[in-house]
């Protein structure tokens, strides 16, 4: 049962290039979410995705973009990195439409030098 | 602004002494708190949810409490396999969960 699957584990880029993480769930999960994780400042949430088919901002959306293809798989996309962007990236996914316990991928850790 | 805190920040304890990890909030209204455990390198995974005041939920060694300002997890005669990071999150009726920064515990043989 491999839960939720991210891609790559990690990453360096160059300021200004774009990419997208990759993730998937295979516990057939309503929710999902992209949280980066910074050294004393905990997990802040990204955006979300409630349900297939919407998407919506969370605490620090500014310069990503998300697609929610289908129920599974839920990308996050950096269209022109910046150093500031530099933090271990984590995907979530969890079975309701509201808060229930959610279930995390083992991260992707981006540099962006 | 709704804010969660927790302390110590990092905790060292010898094998079998017991201690408690605190998570205080300050929210607009509670649904529920969580706990998780996160070891080096990889994704949280879940403990405990829970939901009033006065709850208790229980795991091995470890126990989570709750009251209207704040959360225990008790750790009752610690291992070292217990060394971890430990968090925090609640929700507090948004769409999504507000995140402590954590506590890193360190079980010594």
């Known amino acids: 049962n491999a839960g939720v699957t991210q891609t790559p584990k990690f990453q360096v880029l160059k300021t200004g290039q774009s990419m997208t993480l990759q993730c998937a769930q295979d516990m057939n999960h309503n929710s999902m979410y992209w949280y980066r994780q910074d050294p004393g400042m905990g997990l802040r949430l990204i955006y979300y995705s409630a349900s297939e088919g919407t998407t919506d901002k969370g605490e620090v959306p500014n310069g990503y973009n998300v697609s929610r293809l289908n129920k599974r798989e839920f990308s996050l996309r950096l269209e022109s990195a910046a150093p500031s962007q530099t933090s271990v990236y984590f995907c979530?996914?969890?079975?309701?439409?509201?808060?229930?316990?959610?279930?995390f991928g083992q991260g992707t850790r981006l540099t962006v030098v | 602004e709704d804010q969660v805190t927790q302390s110590p920040e990092a905790l060292r304890l010898q094998e079998g002494e017991s201690s408690s990890l605190n998570c205080s909030y300050t929210?607009?209204?509670?649904?529920?708190l969580f706990w998780y455990r996160q070891d080096p390198g990889k994704g949280p995974e879940f403990l405990f949810t829970?939901?009033?005041a006065g709850e208790e939920k229980e795991k091995e060694r470890l126990k989570a409490t709750l009251t209207k300002k704040e959360s225990f997890l008790h750790i009752t005669a610690p291992k070292p396999e217990d060394s971890a990071t430990y968090l925090c999150?609640?929700?507090?009726?948004?769409?999504?969960?507000?995140f402590g920064p954590g506590t890193r515990l360190s079980v010594l043989p």
């Open positions: 999150a609640v929700d507090n009726y948004g769409q999504n969960f507000v």
């Open positions: 829970l939901y009033s």
């Open positions: 929210v607009s209204g509670l649904r529920g």
């Open positions: 979530a996914s969890s079975p309701g439409t509201v808060n229930t316990e959610a279930f």
